[in-house]
């Protein structure tokens, strides 16, 4: 963690290895290596920031990890010839240009300030989720508002449409307390703030005067934008089939769809999570339509009829914000996995150097058999 600069943790590791031969019978061979061990010393990067009303130019000190990975180091929009790192960095620093709303700096605000962000890291910009240890150096230009910019985050209901056949109706996108639904969050309290695979109650319900009608939700699908276009996508709900496997389905009338979820985080330097779902309404048993058909494997929808159902409206709801939990774990008895967390944490968000100790080449010894026969 960043408190934690110019600390040493040590992390010692060994390995076993099970080999099974024949030998009158099959037996079990046991090999243990030498217990071996690395220091990791966390260090602070060296990173100045300047800002203009146009533009965000950052300087970082090459540190060992960063000359280290410095072939794969790219700005989030790596694809535009403008924004590579190679050509104004020196010997000594990467350095960075850009314009405020390009090479993928994204716009966010806390409450009082205008904040533009970036980050260099080595992670494949293809891909929205990595298994190796990526190197993540966050950025951001902050700016106070302006009295002619409201770029609030706002609660957002409801969604009014008509339709000929339905006239107006309208939709409702909530989040709740708790299973029960019986209250839900106040918009005063918009963007809400939840922990890492917290549930999250919610609750889509159609207001229409015409009798006979059914609620029937498409899909759904988390971003982290408030843009359901977005190049970055999850998806919890497609084309009428849940996909993550923490949804739970609840109760309701044939007005109402109500679902919860754990909540989670996109990889990257993103903060905030949004809810885009695509809605329809059907007359309630007609044959053929889209609330009747459930569950689509495939993306066939067929042919709409008319006045059966409504076309399909996108509705959204958020931002999430994402929280940490408070530590609960301190003192010489962290398990082995809480360290690696904490170890590898420090590797990724300040940039440490890994020295391995000196010691002789690793031998293993064999053990005596475990196998009874």
Do not use: W
Not at 294 to 317: F, P, Y
Request: net charge positive; aromatic share 10%; with cysteine.
């Amino acid at each position: 963690m960043e408190n934690e600069a110019d600390d040493h943790f040590p992390l010692c590791f060994y390995f076993e290895a099970l080999e099974r031969y024949y030998h009158h019978g099959y037996r079990n061979r046991v090999y243990h290596s030498q217990l071996r061990c690395i220091v990791v010393d966390v260090a602070r990067h060296d990173t100045v920031v300047h800002c203009t009303e146009k533009t965000i130019k950052v300087e970082v000190e090459k540190t060992y990890l960063i000359r280290r990975n410095e072939a794969s180091l790219h700005l989030k929009g790596s694809g535009d010839s403008s924004c590579k790192l190679k050509s104004l960095s020196n010997s000594t620093h990467l350095i960075a240009f850009l314009s405020l709303n390009g090479c993928g700096t994204t716009l966010e605000e806390d409450g009082d300030n205008l904040i533009f962000k970036n980050e260099i890291t080595s992670a494949n910009p293809k891909n929205i989720i990595s298994r190796q240890h990526d190197i993540e150096i966050v950025f951001a230009c902050v700016f106070p508002k302006r009295t002619n910019l409201t770029l609030g985050f706002r609660h957002k209901n409801p969604y009014v449409f008509t339709e000929k056949g339905f006239g107006a109706f309208t939709f409702q996108f909530e989040f709740f307390e708790s299973e029960r639904f019986r209250k839900q969050k106040k918009a005063s309290t918009y963007p809400l703030n939840v922990y890492l695979k917290q549930t999250m109650f919610m609750q889509i319900e159609a207001a229409v005067s015409i009798p006979h009608t059914e609620l029937f939700v498409e899909s759904c699908r988390a971003t982290p934008y408030d843009n359901p276009n977005s190049r970055i996508i999850y998806s919890i709900i497609e084309n009428g089939c849940v996909k993550d496997n923490t949804v739970q389905i609840y109760p309701s009338s044939k007005h109402q769809f109500r679902f919860g979820m754990e909540a989670f985080e996109f990889i990257g330097a993103y903060s905030e999570v949004y809810i885009n779902c695509i809605v329809v309404l059907c007359e309630r048993g007609a044959p053929g339509s889209r609330c009747s058909k459930g569950c689509l494997k495939s993306n066939s929808r067929g042919k709409r009829e008319a006045a059966v159902q409504t076309a399909s409206h996108s509705i959204s709801q958020g931002p999430l914000h994402l929280m940490e939990r408070p530590s609960q774990v301190s003192g010489p008895g962290l398990n082995v996995g809480m360290n690696l967390i904490i170890i590898f944490g420090c590797l990724l968000v300040c940039g440490a150097v890994v020295y391995r100790s000196r010691r002789n080449k690793a031998t293993y010894t064999l053990l005596p058999s475990s196998d009874p026969n």
